[in-house]
């Protein structure tokens, strides 16, 4: 069964950088041709689509957040990670890894994580 | 980026009754060369992440009830619950996966009356 883990430190200062990891179970992100995700939602932006990454490292990015984000896959160890730079409070959010259902990029999401929480705080 | 907008904001329904959710997006999320609309429908319970439940606007994910279906095309789509039950009282979302940015809907907080 599929399942998907988020981690990383729940506090983070502004200005610094949000780093959080997505460990996978129940599949291989190296034999694997879906594509993986991370949506954050916070109650003033509700539910926000942050990218996508490929297994081979192909990444697709929110526009509004590009500057600043960057996802990598660690296929060793079955994660994939996000990190968000520059961090203010409006990064406040519950974020989610996620699955796509279908093997191309425009596909529904079909796996979520749990969610980690991060408090964007001094 | 596609707009996703979702009427009412919230619902009360009798047990056993019928709950119906729209939700329209700004520009067509229907791929015409597949006939296919790029809409989804999540249903999200207090404290759990969001769960797929209908996909290319009316496929139904698998192990969902078939009380859930989802109807429309194009820009304008509808997430019906018949005869609601108490364990689907959920915030519900509209997706479109179309067009990158992904955008989500505002949500639909369904209750029971």
């Known amino acids: 069964q599929l399942q998907l883990q988020a981690s990383g430190p729940g506090l983070v200062k502004p200005s610094e950088t949000l780093s959080l990891t997505c460990t996978v179970s129940?599949?291989?992100?190296?034999?694997?041709?879906?594509?993986w995700g991370w949506i954050r939602q916070s109650p003033g932006k509700g539910l926000e689509w942050i990218g996508t990454?490929?297994?081979?490292?192909?990444?697709y990015y929110n526009p509004s957040l590009k500057s600043r984000v960057t996802m990598s896959v660690d296929t060793s160890k079955n994660q994939f990670s996000l990190r968000l730079s520059s961090v203010t409070a409006a990064d406040t959010a519950v974020y989610y890894c996620?699955?796509?259902?279908?093997?191309?990029?425009?596909?529904?999401?079909?796996?979520w994580g749990q969610g980690a929480l991060v408090t964007v705080s001094s | 980026d596609i707009v996703m907008t979702q009427s009412p904001d919230s619902l009360t329904v009798s047990l056993g009754e019928r709950a119906t959710i729209n939700c329209k997006s700004s520009?067509?999320?229907?791929?015409?060369?597949?006939?296919?609309?790029?809409l989804a429908w999540y249903q999200q319970k207090p404290g759990q992440p969001p769960k797929l439940l209908i996909y290319w606007a009316s496929a139904r994910e698998s192990g969902v009830p078939d009380r859930f279906s989802g109807s429309g095309s194009g820009t304008d789509f509808t997430l019906t619950i018949s005869n609601l039950q108490a364990e689907d009282v959920a915030v519900y979302y509209c997706?479109?996966?179309?067009?990158?940015?992904?955008?989500f809907g505002p949500g639909t907080k369904v209750g029971i009356k």
């Open positions: 129940g599949d291989s992100l190296s034999s694997s041709t879906y594509y």
């Open positions: 997706q479109q996966y179309y067009d990158a940015p992904f955008t």
């Open positions: 990454i490929y297994y081979r490292g192909t990444t």
């Open positions: 996620v699955k796509y259902l279908n093997e191309i990029f425009t596909s529904p999401l079909s796996t």
């Open positions: 520009q067509s999320v229907l791929n015409s060369s597949h006939n296919k609309s790029y």
